[in-house]
């Protein structure tokens, strides 16, 4: 999330010096409830003090309104499928959502002999 978010900050950057404001929190989808809670809970517990650093940063972000981090089911998660191996349900649902075609795989419209 750490690393997500400073390229949303730059972007954002880059936007302003294009003279493009934008007034609204960028969204950070996230599909892990303790990444996000731990995003915007400002207590830290004993067992989140290896990531300290990377959670300041976002909770600065989170709290400054810059950014948002809305829950996303996995099953909807479109990043899932660059990082993970998919089950082929699950895999196609995203697949399909992305707009994809496998360019080896022939489909046809309609049947020749209703060209005829």
């Not at 007034?23 to 004993?46: G, L």
């Not at 990043?79 to 992305?98: Q, R």
């Amino acid at each position: 999330m750490a690393s997500t978010a400073c390229e949303l900050t730059w972007i954002k950057q880059v936007f302003k010096d294009l003279h493009i404001g934008i007034h609204k929190p960028m969204k950070m989808y996230c599909d892990n409830n303790s990444a996000r809670h731990i995003a915007s809970n400002p207590v830290f517990h004993e067992r989140t003090k290896h990531i300290e650093v990377d959670c300041h940063y976002i909770r600065e972000k989170v709290q400054a309104k810059e950014i948002e981090t809305p829950y996303v089911k996995s099953e909807d998660q479109l990043a899932d499928i660059f990082t993970k191996g998919l089950i082929p349900k699950v895999f196609e649902n995203i697949v399909s959502k992305l707009g994809l075609i496998d360019i080896y795989n022939p489909s046809l419209r309609g049947s020749v002999e209703n060209k005829k």
